[in-house]
């Protein structure tokens, strides 16, 4: 079965850094979304995207956050100066339109 | 604005038997999905089951059913014969229409359901 794959497992950044997450959504898909989940606390939508422009955002998702879907497999989401809140597990998720989302297995952005 | 409430943090079922997961929701739309994900330690989120609104009779996966109330907007996991791959925080999560056809799931705190031997 076809697989939503996120790069790296985990991340350890220095606070103030930028960091880029990596995604490969199912090639078939046509939506597609960045969750976040702070540790012991529940997933929080941060932005969905389709046809190459963003649907739409989160009050989470501010000028540090950016979305971006560089050739016809990946899609990236960018922060451009972490902060510690940052810290959390980032969930890429991918859908064909009114199907479930298809989760990939999460990357643990640990800022320090 | 739509919100899904789990109003158990934690449940604890011996395995062999049958736990209820519970959860309720709000919102103003009348066509609309929910979702019960499980999220073992490993942290992957993993969908169970699904149940769309318009559909009357309740879902059911294997061992996993729900009981759907809409008028109620009650949305409970019944799960069966439980396993010990089972423990895992198990999260109801509701799906809302974006703009231009896309989606986003609105997820409760969830429950931590332990299976003991």
């Known amino acids: 079965e076809p697989e939503v794959t996120q790069t790296p497992s985990h991340q350890v950044t220095q606070m103030g850094q930028e960091v880029i997450l990596r995604c490969v959504p199912i090639s078939n898909h046509l939506y597609f979304y960045w969750y976040r989940q702070i540790l012991g606390q529940k997933v929080e939508f941060l932005v969905s995207f389709y046809n190459n422009e963003i649907s739409e955002k989160s009050e989470i998702f501010d000028d540090q956050f950016s979305v971006e879907r560089p050739d016809g497999s990946n899609f990236t989401l960018k922060i451009r100066s972490t902060k510690l809140e940052d810290s959390a597990m980032y969930f890429c998720?991918?859908?064909?339109?009114?199907?479930?989302?298809?989760f990939g297995d999460g990357t643990r952005l640990s800022i320090l | 604005a739509q919100t899904v409430t789990q109003s158990q943090p934690e449940m604890s079922v011996q395995e062999a038997e049958t736990v209820t997961l519970s959860c309720t929701y709000d919102t103003s739309e009348n066509n609309y999905y929910l979702f019960w994900y499980k999220q073992p330690p490993s942290r992957q989120m993993i969908l169970v089951i699904r149940q769309e609104a318009y559909k009357q009779q309740n879902a059911t996966e294997n061992r996993f059913s729900v009981n759907f109330q809409k008028a109620a907007k009650s949305f409970s996991l019944k799960i069966s014969d439980s396993q010990l791959g089972d423990t895992a925080m198990y999260f109801c999560a509701f799906m809302t229409h974006l703009q231009g056809g896309s989606e986003k799931l609105v997820f409760g705190k969830g429950t931590k359901l332990t299976v003991n031997p």
């Open positions: 998720a991918s859908t064909q339109g009114y199907q479930p989302q298809h």
